[in-house]
Structure formats: C-alpha cells, structure tokens
C-alpha cells in the first residue's frame, strides 16, 4: 500500500476517525522524508552532520609570565591563581570606567554586546561551516546593526527628548525611527530569501533563527542594561557588583569548603559555595547600598542639560536615597540589643537585587553550561585567561538586567514631570493652552487652587 501517494484530505475520507489519524501522521512523515530526500539530504543525516563538527579543544591561553611564576603549584591551585589575578584585573578595570561617567558605560555595555554577538554567531559558523552557506556572516552583522538602530534610537528619544527636538536631523530620524527601522530589516528579510540555496535550506533557516535567538539574548538584555543605566548608576553598579560578588563567593566557599555537588550541567558547583554566595552577596549588598546611597553622582538618573549643552547627573535625591528609621523586629532586638536602626530605603531594595543574583542568577551560568555542552566546547572563546569568553563572564548578567528593568518598572518607577513638560514644550500653542486650561480646572475642582489664585 503506497500510502505516500495519496493526498491527507484523501486518506481521511476513506478511513474511520481512528484510523485516519493514523493515516494523517504516516502519510505527513513519509511526505516529509521525501522533501527531504529531494533536498538531499534526511533529517538524520542533518543532524549527523551537525554533530560532527565539534570545536577544536581550546589551547592553553594563560600569560607566559603566569605560567611561569606558577610552574610549581598543581593545576587547581594554579587555575585559582590565575582566575583571582584576572578577576582583580577586571574588577579594576570596572571602578576605571565608573569613573569615566555614564556615557563611557553605555559605550563600554555596547562593545561587550557586539563581542558576546561575535562569540555566540561564531559557534554556530564553526558548527556549519562545512555547508559554506552564503551570506551568513554577513546577514548576521547587518541584522545585530537593525536591533541597535533600534533599540538605542528609542532609548535616545525616550531620554533625551528635548536634544532630539532641538536639533533637526535628529528630529527627523526621530519621527520616522520605527518606519526607518522596519524598512532596514525588511531589507535583510529579503536578502536572506534571496540567498536561499537548494540542499541547504533547512540549515539556512536554522541560522536565521540562529541569529534571532541570539539576538534576542544579547541585544535586548544589553538594551535593558542602558535603561537601567540611566535611572542612576546605582541601578547599574548594584546589581552588577552582586553577581560578580556572588560569582567570586561562591567560586571561593565551593573551593574550600565544597563537597556536595549543585547541579549536573556543572559538576564543579557544590551546595556549599552556592550557600556560601548567597549570604555573603546579601551582606556585601547592603554594605555597597548604603556607600552608594549617600553619592548623588550615583543616585541620581542621567539627564542633558540645556543650559550647559551636556549630560549631568546632579539631582535633589528621592526618598528612597535618604535616611530613615527602622524599627527593628523584638525576635532580633533580643539578640543583637538594638531597637531602631537607621538606613537607607534603596537597602530594603537591594536585598531583593542580591537574593535575585544569588539564587535565580546562576541559572543563567547554568544556562550557558548546557548550551556549551551541547556543542561540545568548554568556553565561548578565550578571550580572558582561565575566564573563556567575555560571554563567559556575562551570562548572569544578561539574566539580571532583565530583572532589574522589570522591577523599576514594577516597584520604582513613577510618572516622570521632567518628561511630560518636555513633550507639552513640544506641542503647538493652542494644544498647550488647552492642556494649561483643563489642568487648570482640574486643580480648582479639587480645591488646590483659589478664586482670588485665578484672578491673579
């Protein structure tokens, strides 16, 4: 019985419910088998194919001079002192571009963008390579360039309106920045279908997503990153300096202390370091709140400043940066013999920052392990010595911004004045005299305003 040559519409109306679904499943996989066949290539030979290519096993990228000064210690003790020298490196490196203000952050979050979008495109061309499918690379760059026109014009818009409104050609690409960005990636829709090859399709499509994937990780995170960036540098170096606190806590408590192991995906972490973290991040969370807090340089969102022609970070603090008093519970008044305590709001809310760090954070190091598992690699590259990739290092990270932008938004952020009489300056006479009028009634039906304040 030849089922393959029958139509499903067919098959259903010869046959009894039951049946016909089973017909329906048969006749849709033998029909696939035979596009493929066309194409071909199976499934199972795809699939083959793919796992073949494995990356080459990554070559010792430790320092000649590292590797010299440790040539006596053991491999584990050597992989220790070399990871601590680097992480004090980079932790350096992080307070140098703190000090260089918020716009050489943002400048620095996009280059770290670009190279954890290097490295993650560059697996899936090295897994794929053997199929030399056209225009990849290409596509792949021209579509990272499409998300960050985007992303970044809307941010610029959204917090630098009356710079936008100012100057012309920005006011013009700000008009037009979502149809300007559509047609962009329209254009690179079109150029994939075009580059379309027989044979190939299947792993053609398979990096169009590829790509949208990781874009998706990537880009938008970084995006969020930036938001929170501009809500002040603290919601910025918070939650950053927690993961990295908790990533080099748990590292140490899981070095000396640990023997049960976390998780399969990474069979290096233990429960102890993974315990150990989340006590020390929490402390060093509120410890590092409670510096930052006092700082307007920290506190304060980023804004341009008109007058000047410059961005600024100089504002009279919320409440959430200025001291308060606690009543301490009477369980915890027992033992320690305090009965009120004073701190800053932003505290309270940091606990929840470094809980999230330390307890839903890992996840996505977790992640990125299982991902790396799947194609058989230990690092996404190796770029810092005994550290991979720079997507090694952000893989948390990424995780975390997400959460901090969703819980401004939730728990933070409120109507912004400064915003709504930027864009009522924007408006032509008559709207502002409407809108001066309505607010106007408004306040007086509520009492805020007098008869003798309106003669006036």
Known sequence: MRLHTYPLAGCCHLSPCGFCILLENICGALESESEAKADGETASDSESRVEAVTQPPSADDTPEVLNRALSNLSSRWKNWWVRGILTLAMIAFFFIIIYLGPMVLMMIVMCVQIKCFHEIITIGYNVYHSYDLPW????SWYFLLCV????????????????????EPLRILSKYHRFISFTLYLTGFCMFVLSLVKKHYRLQFYMFGWTHVTLLIVVTQSHLVIHNLFEGMIWFIVPISCVICNDIMAYMF?????????????????WEGFIGGFFATVVFGLLLSYVMSGYRCF???????????????????????RLQEYNIPGVIQSIIGWKTVRMYPFQIHSIALSTFASLIGPFGGFFASGFKRAFKIKDFANTIPGHGGIMDRFDCQYLMATFVNVYIASFIRGPNPSKLVQQFLTLRPDQQLHIFNTLKSH????????????DK
């Open 136 to 139: 990849f690379r290409t596509l």
């Open 148 to 167: 960050n026109y985007f992303f970044y014009g809307e941010t610029v818009t959204d917090y630098f309106f009356t710079l936008v409104q100012r100057e």
């Open 254 to 270: 899981g070095f000396f202390f640990g023997r049960t192991p976390l998780i399969k995906l990474s069979p290096k972490k233990t």
């Open 299 to 321: 506190v304060c969102p980023v804004e341009y400043n008109n007058d000047t022609n410059s961005f600024t970070v100089d504002c009279e603090p919320s409440g959430l940066f």
């Open 443 to 454: 306040l007086t039906d509520k009492g805020m305003l007098t008869a003798a304040t309106e």
